[in-house]
Structure formats: structure tokens, C-alpha cells
């Protein structure tokens, strides 16, 4: 009898903390990340906010459970399975309870992996080699976007994303020669032997993070591809070339290696 109740404790400890204990440290997780701010290595800062306060949910979810008795979870419809003598643990098949046991098992492995991952592995933006593999997959950002009302707009707010659709879409790429810019970026390898300025764009998350970058003419200056390797973060200062065959590129007037940023992406 005493072990049958130990086993019913252990039973129902492992459901409490496959619902409770995973949810709650997630959200602890979330809102540790969100006070810090590196919660936008992960999620669009516009998503801030419905993150934690679902994280807050969670927490307050969380304490409340502790009102419900430990095992009260699988004890819904037990006394109504015993009464009419349907599909209780004890007359279902062997088979269904071993799947059922290994299903359970299993599930809560992986989440247990990846909620300790969440705490053990430190925050990280994501890597410019994943940024490279998926350059040639994806077609420019904002490619429908309509290129007068890029025209008329103040480039100097352009970011790196704004950037390469004007350069992959541009009709009148003449409009755009001489515009002065100010670039943060990450250096990715260029098929001209020049480098290309990158950065990761993302609309919600990371999941859905695009690469983007704008060719950076580096022999139109005092500088070289070789001088900056592949992944360090510049700034670069100089203005846009409209090229005899329509091409644009970035004629720089000073590049100046840097930390990688806070928020390392663009939304």
C-alpha cells in the first residue's frame, strides 16, 4: 500500500512539473530576459511586451496551482470510470499504458532539454555562417515594396534591409547616386572581391530572420576586403554609387570596426 502511494506521488510530482515546473521557469526566463534586455535576440521589440505579460500570466497560473492538491490532475472521471467499469488505468491494455508511459517520458525529456538550455546557454544573436546559408535562398527583402515611395523617403533613416531592396529593385537607381549613409553591419564575403555590409532582419522573431546586405566597394578607397574578416561588425560612412550599368554599391569614406550591438538586428 505505502508503495503504491510513493509511486502515485512520484507519478503525480513528474505531471506537476511537466505543466507547472516547465511553464513557470520559462516565464522566469522570459521575464529575466526581457529585464535585461536581450530578450530581442530572440523576439521583434513590438513583441516585448505580449511576451511578459503572458510571462506574468504564467507566473501568477503557476501560483495558484499550488491551491490544488498534488495528484488532483488525473483525478478528474476516476470515480465515474470505477462506477460504470470504462477505460480505467487499471483495464486499459497493456500496450496503451507502456505508449502512453513512453510518450510522457519522452515529452518531458525534450522539454526539460530545452528549458535547461534556456538557462545554461548564455544569450546569443545569431551566427553569421546561418546568415551566409541563407543568402542565396531568400529573394530581397520588400521586394514588392513600391519603389516611388522609397524615392521620396528621407534614406538617410535607411537601415541595411531598406538598403538592399533599393538596390535589387530600384528603376531609377540614378535617383539614389550620392545619397550620404551610415551603415552598421556584419562582414560577409562579396563575388566582386569587395565585401558585403549584412545584417539579419526579422519581422517577429527569429525564426523568421532573412538575411540582407548591400555591396561595399572597397577598392574605391583607402581600404581593402582583406582588412576585415568575415563576421566583424563595421560602420561604414559614405555615400551611394549608381553605376554605368545600373548596379548600386557603397563608396566608403571611412570604415571603422566595432563591438557587435546590443540589439544586433533589424525589424
Do not use: N
Not at 63 to 82: K, M, N, R
Amino acid at each position: 500500500m505505502a508503495e503504491s502511494h510513493s509511486s502515485s506521488r512520484r507519478s503525480a510530482l513528474a505531471v506537476r512539473w511537466l505543466g507547472v515546473g516547465l511553464a513557470t521557469v520559462i516565464a522566469v526566463v522570459t521575464l529575466g530576459l526581457g529585464l535585461t534586455g536581450r530578450l530581442t535576440l530572440y523576439i521583434s521589440p513590438g513583441s516585448i511586451w505580449f511576451a511578459c505579460a503572458g510571462a506574468v500570466v504564467v507566473l501568477i497560473g503557476a501560483v495558484l496551482s499550488f491551491a490544488l492538491p498534488l495528484g488532483a490532475e488525473s483525478d478528474h472521471g476516476h470515480d465515474h470510470g470505477h462506477e460504470h467499469g470504462a477505460d480505467t488505468d487499471e483495464g486499459a491494455p497493456s500496450s496503451r499504458r507502456t505508449l502512453t508511459a513512453v510518450g510522457t517520458i519522452s515529452a518531458g525529456v525534450v522539454a526539460s532539454a530545452v528549458v535547461v538550455g534556456a538557462l545554461v546557454l548564455p544569450p546569443a544573436s545569431l551566427s553569421v555562417e546561418l546568415a551566409m546559408s541563407r543568402a542565396d535562398a531568400t529573394g530581397p527583402l520588400f521586394a514588392g515594396a513600391d519603389t516611388p515611395t522609397l524615392g521620396v523617403a528621407d534614406t538617410t533613416t535607411f537601415g541595411i534591409g531598406e538598403w538592399s531592396s533599393v538596390f535589387a529593385t530600384a528603376s531609377r537607381p540614378e535617383a539614389y547616386d550620392g545619397s550620404p549613409v551610415t551603415l552598421v553591419g556584419f562582414v560577409t564575403p562579396s563575388d566582386e572581391g569587395d565585401i558585403s555590409l549584412t545584417r539579419m532582419i526579422i519581422t517577429h522573431c527569429v525564426i523568421d530572420a532573412q538575411p540582407a546586405a548591400v555591396p561595399v566597394a572597397m577598392d574605391a578607397g583607402d581600404y581593402s576586403a582583406d582588412q576585415f574578416g568575415t563576421g566583424q561588425w563595421v560602420e561604414v560612412t559614405g555615400t551611394v554609387k549608381a553605376d554605368a550599368d545600373g548596379s548600386l554599391r557603397v563608396l566608403p569614406t571611412s570604415v571603422v570596426e566595432i563591438d557587435e550591438p546590443k540589439d544586433p538586428y533589424e525589424y
